[in-house]
Each structure stands twice: as C-alpha cells, then as structure tokens.
C-alpha cells in the first residue's frame, strides 16, 4: 500500500458511509475482514456481518476528512475528523479518531480498527 492507495480507500470509504449501499460497504472489505469499532467490544467478523451491521444504521449526511499519518507496508494509520447528522434529526455530532487499517495486495481491508471521541453539537 502506499498513500495514494490509502486515499483512494478512505475516498470510497466516505462514499459507502454516505450512501449505505451495501454493495459499495462490500467492496471495502475482503471476506473475513475484522472491523473494531471499540477497543472494549467485540469485532465485527466477515464482510457479510461487516455489512449487515454497517447498513442497518440510519441515513446521515456526513463530512469527513482525515490525514494519512503513515503507510509501512499493508498498514495505515489515519487521523480522522467527521461530522454527522441523522436526516431528519437537529443535533450534529462530530467525531475525532483514528483507524489502523491493514490491507490485502488488492485494496481491500482485512483489519479494520478505531478509536474516537464524540460529541453531540447543537442544531
């Protein structure tokens, strides 16, 4: 992987989440991903379960932007930085994190893992 590789990851990542289609999430990931969203609970295993999980959430408008702080070899660290509203809802929430990423030779993810602060802003 190399950052140019990661950017074009995280762009399709930012179009899955807005769109939450599950075709576009399933192409992110390969088919026995692992995606942590908490260091304290347990991981979603598979694409299928990756997916399921992912769509079933509500439709949001988002704004995400992030950095790529470093690629060695199929790893990536990346700070990133979203804001989100649930359509239909007044309240924003933002989100502060970082992924660690790894990756197959094809650009899909296997390793999926963040940690982030939240906080909810007024309408």
């Known amino acids: 992987m190399d950052v140019e590789a ?12 807005i769109s939450n289609v599950p075709s576009e999430v399933a192409a992110l990931f390969t088919e026995d991903a692992v995606y942590a969203v908490s260091p304290f609970t347990e991981p979603w295993t598979g694409r299928d379960e990756i997916v399921r ?5 509500i439709q ?4 995400l932007t992030y950095e790529v702080l470093s690629v060695i070899d199929d790893q990536a ?17 933002e989100y502060d994190g970082v992924l660690v990423l790894r990756f ?13 602060f939240r906080r909810e802003l007024p309408g």
């Open 104 to 116: 197959e030779p094809d650009g899909r993810c296997s390793e999926h893992r963040e940690w982030y």
């Open 6 to 17: 990661v950017d074009r990851w995280m762009e399709a990542y930012r179009a899955a989440w």
């Open 60 to 63: 949001q408008d988002v704004e």
């Open 53 to 57: 999980r992912w769509v079933a959430g």
């Open 77 to 93: 660290i990346i700070h990133w930085h979203v804001l989100t509203r649930n359509v239909g809802d007044p309240v924003r929430v």
